[in-house]
């Protein structure tokens, strides 16, 4: 049987929703972290669904018993940044033109390093 090398991995499709989540203020996704893409390197953020254009996103760090930081504001369809390194990482504030989403829908957000 063939070994699998995951400590490779350039890129990866995280799939949020366009409100946030019932209870949360924040919150649009479940928790997620990157220590399998290679580190080191930056990212670039693709926005699928929706008008992506149009869409932006904060990236939150999940603290327990703390208030989560927020480790980018605004990320827009193609922006380039750092790759997060925390363990408990999550997309939060999804807006389209600047205001909260309406109608509830997945969105896809594609990272790949550059």
Known sequence: M???K????VG????TNSRK?????????????FHSIKQGKNIRWEIE???SANITFDVKEDISGRT?????????NGDINALPK???IYIAN???NGSEIAKNYSLKITVSVV
């Open 49 to 51: 669904g929706g008008d």
């Open 6 to 9: 995951f400590d490779g991995f």
């Open 68 to 76: 989560d930081p927020t480790i980018y504001k605004s990320l827009k």
């Open 12 to 15: 990866a499709t995280l799939v």
């Open 21 to 33: 989540l019932a209870g949360q203020d924040h919150r649009c996704s479940d928790n997620f972290h």
């Open 86 to 88: 925390g363990d408990s």
């Open 94 to 96: 999804v807006k389209q």
């Open 2 to 4: 063939p070994g699998f």
